[in-house]
């Protein structure tokens, strides 16, 4: 090859690259168009949270229809989705194939140090929902369509009662600081699954109900008195103490004071330490720290079921929640 061809040929490749490159530069800076959906909107529960989460009742549950058997009873004690069980209900009780029912689990009274309410009612724990495939005329098989924890024998069948979630709603940034609304309060009692360190989608029962004119969907803020809610108590104490002595070497005589050590009391420092005790006397009542927000998903007599869906720190049993 002769140096004119080499160097058209240098050419032509040279030209080529750099189309290459002027395409690819093109492609990126074309951006992606992306559709927002203004108007979707979304459920603050659902799923579990919804059909699972479980409630405190004062009044009576019927205990007349219940699972009295299982396919495979002869294996195991726990059953789960898709496994066939046995009702004590037939066309009898006017049960037909396809129907639809849910299962759950009375555990016992709730009694709780966090709430001034008597006989706040039993636990009810929502385990799962039943589809009929068969039916005799005094029993029933049924199909496990879903469960949220192990359904076992004895269990209750009850009709599904229907739900719709509250929708989520745009709201601004959750103030720390937000007065008390002066609207009735109450405190959290226990959560889902007896977990004691709550987080955003936790299910948690509170001491507000019917009775306190709760509803649906109603907005609460969770919150504790400020300096309360550790599981420890901090010492009652100083760290340090204020006394003038004790903190320069010997040699260099450096400062005699500890920067760490509260004030004396008087205008020429020459009174007594100021404890930390001291310190929180005689300030406003009502200072509280805020650790979030929950929405009531199911109400009862006394109660009601809520799900966190917004948090500042940890949340716990014992807090105090207040009706927005």
């Given amino acids: 090859m002769n140096f004119q061809k080499f160097f058209n040929c240098r050419i032509f490749l040279a030209g080529l690259m750099l189309g290459i490159f002027s395409m690819v530069a093109a492609a990126q800076s074309v951006q992606p168009s992306i559709k927002i959906e203004n108007n979707k909107t979304w459920s603050v529960a659902s799923g ?3 059909y699972c989460a479980g ?3 004062s009044s009576a549950i019927s205990d007349a229809n219940k699972i009295i058997g299982g396919t495979d009873e002869a294996d195991k004690y726990n059953f789960s989705q898709n496994d066939f069980l046995y009702l004590n209900m037939g066309s009898n009780k006017g049960v037909s194939v396809g129907d639809l029912f849910a299962v759950v689990r009375p555990r016992a009274q709730v009694k709780s140090k966090w709430s001034p309410k008597n006989d706040l009612g039993f636990y009810v724990q929502e385990v799962g929902a039943l589809e009929v495939v068969s039916v005799k005329s005094d ?3 049924a199909r496990i369509k879903s469960s949220c ?3 076992l024998l004895g ?3 009850q009709l599904i009662d229907q739900r719709n979630s509250p929708l989520f709603e745009q ?3 959750l103030d720390l600081f937000r007065d008390a609304s002066g609207k009735a309060i109450g405190r959290i009692l226990m959560s889902r699954d007896g977990a004691e360190a709550l987080a955003r989608d936790f299910v948690a029962y509170v001491d507000l109900g019917a009775d306190n004119g709760v509803k649906v969907g109603d907005r609460l803020t969770v919150f504790r008195p400020l300096g309360k809610g550790n599981l420890f108590k ?3 104490t100083e760290d340090v103490t204020a006394r003038d002595y004790g903190y320069e070497s010997e040699v260099y005589k450096g400062g005699k004071f500890s920067n760490q050590a509260a004030r004396k009391t008087g205008s020429h420092a020459g009174g007594s ?3 930390t005790a001291e310190a929180k006397q005689g300030r406003p009542a009502g200072l509280r720290k805020i650790t979030g927000e929950a929405v009531v998903l199911n109400v009862k007599e006394k109660t009601a079921t809520v799900v966190i869906t917004r948090t500042a720190s940890e949340i716990h049993p014992g807090d105090f929640v207040e009706m927005q």
């Fill in 273 to 275: 330490e100021v404890t």
């Fill in 139 to 141: 029993h029933s098989i």
């Fill in 48 to 50: 579990n949270n919804l």
């Fill in 171 to 173: 709201t601004p940034a």
């Fill in 155 to 157: 269990d209750l069948v």
């Fill in 149 to 151: 924890d192990v359904l």
């Fill in 234 to 236: 901090k010492p009652e």
């Fill in 55 to 57: 409630y405190i009742q």
